[in-house]
């Protein structure tokens, strides 16, 4: 259980961290946010794919294609239906002149729900890791997690402080999307350990969580400023590297 709370605490932190990231540089560049970002997704592809798909199919015997593929795409719709009932957005437009700022705080506190929206399921992804009991595998799927909430955290800091959000409201913002994947966390392991026969099940739905969240949002985002190259090639090495790590220490 120590180690559930601790890994709780460092995906939810990550988020923290990024935002603290943000803070110190408020010019972070489209294109290194972009490839920081597109990383990330290939490590969460990696991920999802070996730390809970594959595993899914592993306990599912009998039925496990059936489970696996039918649990990916209960996951993808349960998320798709939370986008479409909890109104958000995925990028502000921040003006210059203080009315469009004015506007534009609650395009902003709208973007920063479409990220704890999504911090919520990664989350379950973190703590439903832990039902197969290989806690090396789980702390990989954490780890993955966490290094793309880093990016998310930097890239909520400069909209919040562009549209006249304060300092203290936007650490306070920051933290508060963070503390979603700690719940979200906590919700997986439980679930995992309350109805364990529905493992295989819980392993892909969160996979499916996982697969959602980089086709629909993190992709579309690291190509829509021009850096496609570089963000595609960013996603391969983040993939390769979480493929390589699992091979060594999972």
């Not at 595993?55 to 349960?78: D, H, M, R, W």
């Not at 395009?107 to 439903?128: D, Q, R, S, Y």
Request: aromatic letters at 8%; one cysteine or more; proline letters at 3%.
């Amino acid at each position: 259980m120590e180690i559930v709370l601790i890994t709780a605490l460092g995906v939810g932190g990550a988020t923290a961290f990024g935002a603290l990231i943000g803070f110190v540089f408020k010019n972070i560049s489209h294109k290194f946010l972009d490839i920081v970002l597109s990383f990330a997704a290939g490590v969460m592809l990696s991920a999802s794919i070996f730390g809970l798909i594959i595993p899914s199919l592993e306990y599912g015997q009998k039925y496990n294609v059936i489970i696996t593929v039918g649990g990916i795409f209960t996951g993808a719709l349960c998320l798709n239906l939370i986008d479409k009932l909890i109104p958000h957005l995925h990028n502000p437009l921040i003006g210059d002149s203080e009315e469009h700022k004015n506007k534009s705080i609650d395009k902003v506190l709208l973007f920063v729900t479409a990220i704890a929206i999504h911090n919520l399921p990664e989350g379950v992804a973190a703590g439903v890791g832990f039902g197969t009991g290989d806690t090396k595998q789980a702390l990989i799927i954490a780890g993955g997690i966490a290094l793309q909430n880093i990016p998310e955290g930097m890239i909520i800091i400069a909209p919040m402080l562009a549209s006249g959000i304060s300092a203290r409201k936007t650490i306070i913002i920051a933290l508060l999307t963070g503390a979603v994947e700690v719940f979200g966390t906590f919700l997986g392991y439980f679930a995992v350990n309350i109805t364990g026969v529905l493992l295989p099940f819980l392993l892909s739905f969160a996979g499916g969580f996982m697969l959602y969240v980089i086709s629909d949002e993190m992709i579309p985002e690291t190509h829509s400023h021009g850096n496609e190259r570089g963000a595609t090639f960013a996603l391969l090495i983040g993939f390769c590297v979480m493929l390589v790590t699992d091979h060594l220490f999972g």
